[in-house]
């Protein structure tokens, strides 16, 4: 089986940083593509942002010059760094990480709230 682990969520206020960190353990063959959606209540999911195995990143637009996603292929993790985050950036923030021949792959969700 393949577990899925999130840290680093809390309350920041707008203009604050916060970074999460999310690993993968398990059953573990080849990780693809690993990122992060969020979801608001609400609101629809939104996917944030996306890493490939090989470094290639795409942003959603809202997040886009503010969020930074990296990725340690050798502890099977994957980063979040948010920067100047906004109330509208308020959501659970889940991980995902593609593994090859098995699926894709979940976390809990951790919540960040940005709020004064």
């Known amino acids: 089986q393949v577990q899925v682990v999130e840290s680093g969520g809390g309350l920041v206020q707008p203009g604050g940083s916060l970074r999460l960190s999310c690993a993968a353990s398990?059953?573990?063959?080849?990780?693809?593509?690993m990122g992060w959606y969020r979801q608001a209540p609400g609101k629809q999911r939104e996917l944030v942002a996306t890493?490939?195995?090989?470094?290639?990143?795409v942003y959603a637009d809202a997040v886009k010059g503010r969020f930074t996603i990296s990725r340690d292929n050798a502890k099977n993790a994957v980063y979040l760094q948010m920067n100047s985050l906004e109330p509208e950036d308020t959501a659970v923030y889940y991980c995902?990480?593609?593994?090859?021949?098995?699926?894709?792959?979940w976390g809990p969700g951790t919540q960040v709230t940005v709020s004064s």
């Open positions: 995902f990480c593609n593994v090859f021949y098995k699926g894709q792959y």
């Open positions: 398990g059953s573990i063959g080849s990780l693809g593509a």
């Open positions: 890493i490939t195995s090989v470094g290639g990143t």
